[in-house]
C-alpha cells in the first residue's frame, strides 16, 4: 500500500539541515494550543522536561517570544539502546494585535506545560452603543390656505 504524503519531502529536508546543525535531535517545535475566552486569550505550549529556569516570555514590539532550553543528558559511560528524546533550545513567536494589553499578560510553568494570559485590553472590547432618541417637539403644522 502506499501512502501519499506531500510533506515528506520537507520533512526530510528539515531533518537533514537540523543534522547539519549540530545534532538530529533538536526540537522541532513546541506545540501549543490558542483560545479566547471571556476577556482574555489562553495560551498553553508544552515543554515536558524543560528547565523551569530556562523558560523565558518578552514581549517587544507587538510580538510575544517564548524561548526555553532543554538540556542533554550526561552520555559519560552509558549505552544508549533509544535515544530520542530532543534537547536544544525551544522559540515560538507570536504577533500580538493592537487590542491586547500588554502590560498585562501573565505566564506561568508548571508539570512541563506553560500557560500564558494575554489580557484583551478594555478599549478591544465588545460594547453596547446606546442609540439616542431624537426630541419630536418640533413638528411642523400644514396650513391651507
Known sequence: MLRFDPFGDVDASTRGLLQAAGSSRTPR???MD????????????DLPGVDPGSVDASVENGVLTLSAERTAR???????LTNERPFGSYRRQLSLGDGIDAAGITARYENGVLSITIPI?????PRRV???????????EASSG
Open 29 to 31: 517545535f513546541m506545540p
Open 34 to 45: 490558542l483560545c479566547k475566552l471571556d476577556g482574555h486569550y489562553l495560551l498553553t505550549a
Open 74 to 80: 550526561s552520555e559519560d559511560g552509558v549505552q544508549w
Open 121 to 125: 485590553a478594555e478599549i478591544a472590547k
Open 130 to 140: 446606546e442609540i439616542e432618541q431624537a426630541d419630536h417637539q418640533n413638528s411642523i
